[in-house]
């Protein structure tokens, strides 16, 4: 029973599947040759992350396959009503990377409150010349604590930064249609805790009353989430970070948000021309930018594999 692993696994997921009698594939087939390969190799399950798409062509002519697993919660690049409809079984990992993102989030909300993204720009080139006039420069950071966190999107990866938030001493409030209360449970290192129950808001209130703005939300077919009239809502000064799927911001208008002052910073982890971002966005001083790498620690990338593992040998019946 062989498994392509075409975006990588990691090696605790290859070690599982591998006790349990599996040949794992790791072998980065490009996209063109993927039905090829699949059907030559009898390939039955197909694992991937966000690079590899899993499209009609693919479920319609590799016969020999009987899962699409997706290394992470997002399944966009995966066609999986047609799939399912075709008898194929599509898995995924939602729980394994929420602490990762949420964390990732909060990189980038530090590095723009005390301007670590232009800082780090900046100080190898004249940070020996012009030391005085960038400490000046940057004497206006500011702090986390106190201030209020809009989390549009409550589901495991919004509640994860809900107990961040509050840990921090933050004022969480939050948007989602399909979520009316979360119980945010926020444990401290002694074994105590604290339980928190956030009703959610309508989105206009969570966009009037934040400090700092953070989307959880899937991949958008119509329209953005935050768009010009969205940003026009906001607090002057706000700071918005996107750590969910390129498209949910209209980019152009952030970043006039961001040259009127309107919008303090941002933070981005992900793009609308993913993977090749505008220029316009990758230079401009006020963005912390990381590659699309939410997801992208030794811990979530273990439990990922670990995860994968375990449903494909629980739905082969293998133990």
Do not use: W
Request: hydrophobic share 40%; with cysteine; proline share 3%.
């Amino acid at each position: 029973m062989k498994i392509l692993a075409n975006d990588g696994l990691d090696q605790s997921g290859i070690d599982a599947l591998t006790q349990k009698g599996f040949e794992v594939i790791t072998t980065k087939v490009p996209q063109e040759f993927l039905v090829d390969y699949i059907n030559e190799n009898k390939i039955r399950t197909l694992l991937v992350r966000s690079a590899t798409q899993v499209r009609k062509d693919i479920i319609d002519n590799c016969p020999s396959l009987g899962i699409i697993g997706r290394g992470g919660v997002g399944m966009d690049n995966i066609d999986v009503d047609y799939a399912r409809s075709k008898g194929i079984h599509v898995i995924n990992t939602p729980s394994a990377s929420s602490a990762s993102v949420a964390e990732l989030v909060f990189a980038h909300l530090f590095s723009g409150a005390r301007f670590l993204e232009d800082a780090n720009r900046k100080m190898p080139q004249v940070g020996d010349t012009e030391f005085a006039s960038l400490k000046k420069a940057y004497a206006g950071g500011i702090e986390l604590r106190g201030k209020t966190i809009g989390i549009i999107g409550m589901g495991r990866i919004g509640q994860e930064v809900a107990r961040i938030a509050l840990g921090l001493g933050m004022r969480v409030i939050a948007a989602d249609n399909n979520v009316g209360r979360a119980s945010i449970k926020v444990k401290f290192y002694n074994n105590q805790f604290i339980n928190v129950d956030i009703e959610t808001e309508p989105l206009q209130d969570v966009l009037k009353h934040s400090d700092f703005i953070t989307l959880h939300v899937p991949a958008q077919k119509d329209g953005y989430i935050i768009g010009k009239k969205e940003l026009e809502v906001m607090k002057d000064g706000v700071a918005v970070v996107n750590c969910s799927r390129g498209g949910v911001i209209d980019e152009e208008a952030l970043i006039e948000a961001l040259d009127s002052g309107k919008v303090r910073f941002a933070g981005l982890d992900v793009f609308i021309n993913e993977p090749t971002p505008s220029k316009a966005i990758l230079n401009h001083p006020k963005i912390s930018l990381t590659p699309h790498t939410g997801a992208s620690t030794l811990e979530a990338q273990d439990r990922i594999g670990l995860s994968l593992a375990d449903q494909i040998a629980s739905i082969l019946q293998i133990h």
